[in-house]
T-cell receptor
Framework: GENVEQHPSTLSVQEGDSAVIKCTYSDSASNYFPWYKQELGKGPQLIIDIRSNVGEKKDQRIAVTLNKTAKHFSLHITETQPEDSAVYFCAAYLHTGANSKLTFGKGITLSVRP | EAGVTQSPTHLIKTRGQQATLRCSPISGHTSVYWYQQALGLGLQFLLWYDEGEERNRGNFPPRFSGRQFPNYSSELNVNALELEDSALYLC??????????????FGEGSRLTVL
């Protein structure tokens, strides 16, 4: 099955700085990579996703890059704000027929210092 | 439009008891997913229901089970509760035909504490 790892486990940045969160995956056949943000007391919410036929995707202050050769993808947040403080989960989808599954990483806690 | 709703918000049980958690998906969504979020372990996939059928299950023992009703709502049952079952249980839904290759809409979860 797929194995997804996130680095680092916690990240603290100053407001206005950029934050980069990295994930690696194990199965080169994975083809869909979403990022979810979970605020305290709430369920995770999709913030951006990328498919394996694309190398980069941007949405305002958020971007995701995918390196299929190295099997890693990264979330980039520019001009961080205190409301960006949350737990961020990356995931990878592996299509294997009946056992196709979305596998999540363990999450990274991002703290943005005002 | 109402999002995914889960009940109860909190549940306290003792070892050996059974717990039942409930989920109502977004209107029009036919797939329901259950995840366990235990401290430090991220989101662990439990079960996927679509059109009333169990489509996939994660690496959990058989005492974790569930079902999906004709109105697409779902319940998760955990039998013979163990201390390590203490976690936040999240339900998510998705539109027909999308599966997990598009946005999953999560509820706020049910916090299960086993004493």
């Amino acid at each position: 099955g797929e194995n997804v790892e996130q680095h680092p486990s916690t990240l603290s940045v100053q407001e206005g700085d950029s934050a980069v969160i990295k994930c690696t995956y194990s199965d080169s056949a994975s083809n869909y990579f979403p990022w979810y943000k979970q605020e305290l007391g709430k369920g995770p919410q999709l913030i951006i996703d990328i498919r394996s036929n694309v190398g980069e995707k941007k949405d305002q202050r958020i971007a995701v890059t995918l390196n299929k050769t190295a099997k890693h993808f990264s979330l980039h947040i520019t001009e961080t704000q205190p409301e960006d403080s949350a737990v961020y989960f990356c995931a990878a989808y592996l299509h294997t027929g009946a056992n196709s599954k979305l596998t999540f990483g363990k999450g990274i806690t991002l703290s943005v210092r005002p | 439009e109402a999002g995914v709703t889960q009940s109860p918000t909190h549940l306290i049980k003792t070892r050996g008891q059974q717990a039942t958690l409930r989920c109502s998906p977004i209107s029009g969504h036919t797939s329901v997913y259950w995840y366990q979020q235990a401290l430090g372990l991220g989101l662990q996939f439990l079960l996927w229901y679509d059109e009333g059928e169990e489509r996939n299950r994660g690496n959990f023992p058989p005492r974790f089970s569930g079902r999906q009703f004709p109105n697409y709502s779902s319940e998760l049952n955990v039998n013979a509760l163990e201390l390590e079952d203490s976690a936040l249980y999240l339900c998510a839904s998705s539109p027909p035909g999308q599966g997990e290759t598009g946005e999953l809409f999560f509820g706020e979860g049910s916090r299960l504490t086993v004493l």
